[in-house]
């Protein structure tokens, strides 16, 4: 994994194969794997992403290659539910 500057991740997280641009904010018990957090976003505790694809696209932008984007806007999307 790559972190950036002024990047903080919290306990019990994971991170493997991830690109994390700087002023992220990982919370607590996340996993993620094979993503790239976008500047300045705030991964909500708990959240998975890089287990199931289908339900990483639902929410975020995967590549073909199994990368996945992950955008504040997107975040807060699916915060809404919507």
């Known amino acids: 994994s790559l972190l950036f500057t002024h990047v903080k991740t919290n306990s019990y997280s994971s991170l493997e ?9 990982i919370g ?25 694809p289908e339900v990483d696209a639902r929410w975020f932008s995967v590549s073909p290659g199994g990368i996945t984007l992950i955008t504040q806007d997107m975040i807060d999307a699916r915060a809404r539910g919507v």
């Open 28 to 52: 607590r018990h996340c996993q993620l794997k094979n993503v790239v957090i976008d500047r300045g976003v705030h991964i909500p505790e708990g959240l998975v992403v890089g287990q199931d």
């Open 17 to 25: 194969g991830a690109v994390v641009l700087p002023n992220a904010y």
